[in-house]
């Protein structure tokens, strides 16, 4: 089984919708990070969290919320989507030890709003 | 597969050569700095990383050369397989915060 797990793996959705992201990890780390990723462009941090009761904003967090429900669990949602945000969310852990340079991430989901 | 990057810079190799991936950045400040692949519908995977005091570090196949002078990281593989196609990200790391670049699709001829 994989150490982060992504569901959906794809998704398509209409505009206006509320849609939910779920990721959850088996690797025991204290840091969650959800990603986007958009052809051309490198990954964009929309939130973080170092543990349950830590949320942090990202560089594009406009239109998306978060829930750190438990260490192994951060959820990624779109209160109402539009189609701008159709792309490739990933999300990662990082164990937040030493320099903290390695992060292991999901399959990714693929999301597309209509 | 996903399609992670429809206008990367691409590299195409022959299968057994060294392949040279390069990163310039932006950040003299950055701590570390980190090369990340990423395999067609799958997430990016670490591959090796180095601190910024240093030039060059060596791994399994890969090792990274840092040149803080003119702010150029590359990525040399040698004897370049089939199994590294694929898309490679350069990572800043900046205190907490990790900043990709846009990264290089590798093609790998058989």
């Known amino acids: 089984d994989a150490d982060v797990t992504q569901t959906p793996r794809n998704r398509i959705t209409k505009t206006g919708k509320r849609i939910m992201l779920e990721c959850s990890q088996t690797?025991?780390?204290?840091?969650m990070y959800w990603y986007r990723q958009d052809p051309g462009l490198g990954l964009r941090l929309i939130y973080y969290?170092?543990?349950?009761?830590?949320?942090n904003k990202g560089e594009i967090s406009d239109g998306y919320s978060v829930s750190r429900q438990a260490q192994a669990k951060f959820s990624l949602s779109l209160e109402s989507a539009i189609p701008n945000q159709t792309a490739l969310y990933f999300c990662?852990?990082?164990?937040?030890?030493?320099?903290?340079?390695?992060?292991?991430f999901g399959q990714g989901t693929r999301l597309t709003v209509v | 597969g996903e399609s992670v990057g429809l206008h990367l810079p691409t590299l195409s190799v022959q299968e057994g050569d060294n392949s040279i991936i390069n990163c310039a950045y932006s950040?003299?400040?950055?701590?570390?700095f980190i090369w990340y692949k990423q395999e067609s519908g799958k997430g990016p995977q670490f591959i090796i990383d180095?601190?910024?005091?240093?030039d060059k570090r060596q791994g399994q196949r890969v090792t990274v050369l840092l040149n803080k002078t003119v702010k150029h990281l590359s990525l040399q593989i040698a004897a370049t397989q089939p199994g590294d196609s694929a898309v490679y990200f350069c990572?800043?790391?900046?205190?907490?915060?990790?900043?990709f670049g846009a990264g290089t699709r590798l093609f790998v001829k058989a």
């Open positions: 990662a852990t990082s164990p937040g030890t030493g320099f903290d340079t390695e992060a292991f």
């Open positions: 690797k025991g780390h204290d840091r």
């Open positions: 969290s170092f543990d349950v009761k830590d949320i």
């Open positions: 950040n003299s400040a950055s701590d570390y």
């Open positions: 180095i601190r910024s005091n240093m």
């Open positions: 990572a800043e790391k900046r205190g907490f915060k990790t900043i």
